[in-house]
């Protein structure tokens, strides 16, 4: 029987579509619109001194990725939720609060998020498990990038169930913010995510995630109901570790999308939220 094949949703939402020859058979170059504002500390006066409002910058992010993959193949595609993560990066960097960060991202895909993230950031670590040629994907779409890359990036593998290595876990240590979207469709990857993020979190706090999620739902016959299972299992292991640490507290909230919308794509209501924030133990 054939593997089931996927295709996210948001390639029929716009015409991301360019003419652009893809690197790699099978693959196609979209493009991702969005405003780039100036940050908040950057006030410009005219030459008659007078404040000078400017507009937001109309920019793109060239990707180039799959159209639709299977299950475990997932992150060559562009998903919903690296959108939302993105206009929630530009937010928060209008108003200052990445400059000077170093910045982890887990489970990357094409690398789109963390090319929104270097214009921001002190440094970036974009991640993801070398499987189908992703990290070489993610380098290439950094290339395709480098006009509006402001950061260093560094791409590193790093699979959720095998351990780090010497560079890798030098690497977290430094890292302020860490970065996820989409990365919840299986309840083996989901418990894999949270024993990762709970290391993360515990290795020299504090550190903050910012973790896009989008509720995907089925109807089954135990509940009667459609219900988003993947999600559920995140919760509830998240609801297990998050008082279980003895190096660190957490704080877990789940956040308003009530930030400016940059990118184009629809932002669903199942779209969701969380930041979770480790502090050191006094």
């Known amino acids: 029987m054939p593997e089931l094949t996927v295709t996210s949703e948001i390639y029929d939402e716009y015409d991301y579509k360019t003419e652009i020859t893809a690197s790699t058979e099978g693959n196609i170059v979209s493009v991702f619109p969005f405003l780039l504002p100036k940050c908040k500390a950057e006030v410009i006066f005219d030459e008659d001194n007078d404040l000078d409002v400017e507009r937001p910058v109309k920019e793109i992010i060239k990707i180039e990725h799959s159209s639709k993959t299977e299950i475990a193949l997932v992150g060559l595609q562009v998903w919903r939720g690296a959108l939302l993560l993105g206009d929630l990066l530009v937010h928060l960097g209008i108003n200052g609060q990445l400059k000077g960060k170093n910045i982890l991202e887990l489970g990357a895909g094409t690398g789109l998020t963390s090319v929104v993230a270097s214009i921001y950031a002190n440094k970036v670590v974009c991640t993801d498990i070398e499987l189908g040629g992703i990290l070489h994907l993610i380098k290439l779409n950094i290339k395709y990038n480098s006009r509006i890359v402001k950061s260093d990036i ?39 995510f949270v024993t990762t993020v709970q290391r993360i979190l515990n290795l020299n706090p504090p550190k903050e995630l910012y973790v896009v999620l989008e509720k995907r739902y089925v109807f089954t016959i135990e509940h009667m109901d459609s219900v988003a299972p ?53």
Request: proline share 3%; hydrophobic share 40%.
């Open 230 to 282: 993947c999600y559920e299992t995140f919760l509830a292991l998240l609801d297990k570790v998050k008082t279980g640490s003895s190096h660190s507290t957490w704080t877990v909230q789940q956040l308003p999308l009530d930030f400016p919308k940059y990118f184009m794509y629809e932002r669903v209501k199942d779209l969701v939220l969380w930041k979770i924030t480790s502090k050191c133990n006094k």
């Open 154 to 192: 560094k791409v590193m593998p790093l699979d959720f169930t095998k351990a780090w290595s010497r560079e890798l876990t030098k690497e977290i240590q430094e890292t302020d913010i860490i970065l996820a979207a989409d990365v919840i469709y299986d309840d083996d990857v989901t418990a894999a």
